[in-house]
């Protein structure tokens, strides 16, 4: 089928007989030339696709967030860098990014201790750890926004389990949705809920490639259980440690549903993910403030995903 | 540690034993063994277990509460009869059978093009000479770590500008380009063997002929996790709905839970939304019960990438 289309002289062998020699020269022949057009006509569709949809944002982003505008609205005025300014200068930026800062550390640090311990209990050598791994694995591929809704009903403070559980002890139920500080607090435990699983099995694959050698020799020496985790275990998972960290970081910086479902109006949940949607969908309309925002965000992904392929570089070179 | 095989002066049988020596067994059913056996390896498994399914648990039993069984400060933990009112207000208050045929569309259609262009690119980043082909793998790999929620505004902008808004093909389009999918699928296409391909060419088997009938039919199970993923993400996907639909005949589930949450906003309507919360998850649950080998796969392998 590429036969009728013209051949490229710049690029085909000049002299055919001296091109056998040397491989450069024998790169446009018919059969290089069909595959040519197979890739275009297998690869192109994704490519455009992942062009238009994920690499045209990310510069579109940075015009927007050059511009005083409210979306929907058919004009716009250019105004620099002042939506940046703004957002550093006012009271939103110590807010947004100190909620972005406590809600990225206690979820990653909070899925991945609890993670590394579940993993342990499913090192286990006893029967059912099987079943247990998946059964933790689940909540992470369930939708947040029902999973967030399920959540919800056990906070709440007057028919919820958790408030049944403390008026058993004579407590009164905190206000977890209406009090800021435990709004957050709600979110992440949820949140940790979600994908402390994820952490586990990645943690537990972790585990079960371990050496097993070093294990025995170091238990042959005498060291407890306790001992040979926190001096061999744990420095040699520190690869994994490494990964989980970049990834989970970079999931829960992009955290939305949860937050969306349990915390609609972002009352002390607002990361910078969730403060860029409700600026720009929420009440303002604000979609240059928003894209500001926006890159902000891609600019603290990029720094973590810088970090993580030349950690992935050096992991290469170890092996 | 000799002594654990008195009986037995076999050597393979203290190979046997030996990977363990650091767990004192006195005898294989002794207290001490049984007790260390539950505390140290059921109890923290159980624990785990409960923590993941007992919320769930909760959210099933309640969807089948009456009202007055969930407004009392007296907690009954049974739902007196398996009531389906719930099921029938969620489905009244707001088109849930539309919502569910809307995910179910976008969850499908999305996924069978995604894995389509998936394998296409796939193959042709491995199996097909282009220039700069390793180049053009770089730009997909550095589009899996760009996340989805930095491009909504762009990309509401484009979509509603091009009508969109509140369609289903404006739900599916602008997250159909596969960045995991093509990844996934090329590690996996590169471990292939080249020799049964070039048996292939030399019986003039062209790529079309090779994709199909060599390369996906060995590829199943990396295919089937590429496929599972896809179908789990399209489904649970939150922000983009959220953002391009605002009218309840293209809204997928998750969506419609949301409005649904805004209707049933007093204590009452927590049956209800427990009811829509049921709909939302067990599908995927079940899906996932069944085939967790290649989705727990998957998902911890694809994101090795971010």
Same mark, same amino acid.
């Not at chain 2, 009392?72 to 009531?83: A, M, Q, R, V």
């Given at each position: 089928m590429t036969r009728q289309l013209s051949p490229r002289p710049s690029t085909r062998p000049a002299d055919p007989g001296a091109g056998?020699?040397?491989?450069?020269? &024998? &790169?446009?022949?018919a059969r290089n030339r069909r595959d040519f057009f197979v890739f275009l006509a297998m690869a192109l569709p994704n490519l455009v696709l992942i062009a238009v949809f994920t690499y045209r944002p990310l510069i579109s982003n940075m015009y927007y967030s050059t511009l005083d505008w409210t979306l929907g609205s058919p004009t716009a005025t250019v105004v620099g860098f002042t939506n940046y300014v703004t957002f550093f200068t006012s009271s939103d930026a110590p807010k947004v990014l100190g909620t972005t800062a406590v809600f990225t550390l206690v979820t990653v640090g909070g899925s991945m201790v609890l993670g590394l311990l579940v993993a342990l209990a499913l090192n286990a050598?006893? &029967?059912g750890t099987t079943f247990a791994r998946s059964a933790v694995f689940a909540p992470y591929v369930l939708s947040g926004v029902g999973v967030g809704l399920v959540w919800l009903f056990i906070f709440d403070p007057g028919y919820g389990v958790l408030a049944w559980l403390l008026r058993g002890i004579g407590q009164q139920s905190p206000q977890w949705i209406n009090d800021p500080q435990l709004s957050l607090v709600m979110v992440i435990l949820v949140y940790v809920w979600k994908n402390l699983g994820y952490c586990a099995v990645v943690y537990l694959a972790g585990l079960q490639s371990l050496p097993k050698d070093v294990m025995e020799a170091a238990s042959l020496d005498g060291a407890n259980g306790f001992r040979r985790f926190l001096s061999i275990s744990l420095p040699l998972l520190s690869p994994t440690t490494f990964f989980l960290l970049i990834t989970t970081m970079l999931s829960s910086l992009q955290a939305f549903d949860l937050i969306r479902i349990m915390t609609p109006l972002g009352t002390g949940t607002s990361t910078l993910i969730y403060e860029a949607y409700l600026q720009a969908f929420g009440a303002y309309n604000r979609a240059g403030y928003s894209a500001a925002i926006s890159v902000v965000l891609f600019a603290i992904l990029l720094v973590i995903t810088v970090l993580q392929l030349r950690f992935v570089e050096r992991k290469v070179h170890y092996s | 540690m000799t002594s654990l095989s008195p009986v037995s002066p076999d050597p393979t049988a203290q190979a046997v034993t030996a990977p363990d020596p650091g767990l004192h067994r006195d005898q294989p059913f002794s207290r001490r063994n049984l007790i260390q056996t539950v505390v140290g390896g059921y109890l923290p498994l159980l624990v785990a277990t409960l923590v993941v399914f007992l919320p769930l648990l909760w959210m099933v039993l309640s969807s089948f509460k009456q009202s007055g069984e969930i407004v009392?400060?007296?907690?009954?933990?049974?739902?007196?009869?398996? !009531?389906l009112e719930n099921y029938r207000t969620a489905m009244t208050t707001v088109p849930f059978g539309q919502f569910f045929l809307n995910s179910t569309i976008v969850t499908l259609a999305g996924a069978t093009i995604k894995v389509l262009l998936a394998i296409l690119t796939a193959y042709a980043l491995v199996f097909v000479r282009f220039p700069f082909r390793n180049f053009i793998f770089l730009l997909i790999l550095v589009a899996l770590m760009v996340p989805p929620q930095v491009s909504i505004l762009p990309n509401f902008i484009l979509i509603a500008g091009i009508g969109g808004k509140n369609t289903l093909w404006g739900i599916i389009l602008?997250?159909?380009?596969?960045a995991f999918g093509t990844f996934l699928l090329r590690q996996h296409f590169r471990t292939l063997p080249a020799s049964i391909l070039e048996s292939a060419e030399m019986d003039g088997a062209g790529h079309w002929r090779r994709l199909w009938q060599i390369v996906v039919p060995v590829s199943i199970p990396s295919v089937a996790t590429v496929a599972l993923v896809t179908i789990v993400t399209e489904w649970n996907d939150y922000i983009w709905p959220l953002i391009i639909t605002d009218r309840p005949e293209t809204m997928t589930l998750p969506v419609g839970l949301t409005l649904l949450q805004n209707s049933e906003? !007093? @204590? @009452?309507g927590w049956g209800v939304l427990m009811a829509g919360a049921v709909l939302v998850i067990v599908p995927i649950l079940i899906i996932f019960a069944a085939l967790q080998r290649y989705i727990v796969a998957g998902l911890t392998q694809g994101s090795v990438t971010g």
């Open positions: 056998t020699a040397k491989i450069p020269h &024998r &790169r446009w022949t050598k006893v &029967r | 009392t400060t007296d907690l009954k933990i049974l739902p007196e009869s398996l !009531n602008p997250g159909l380009g596969t906003s !007093n @204590a @009452a």
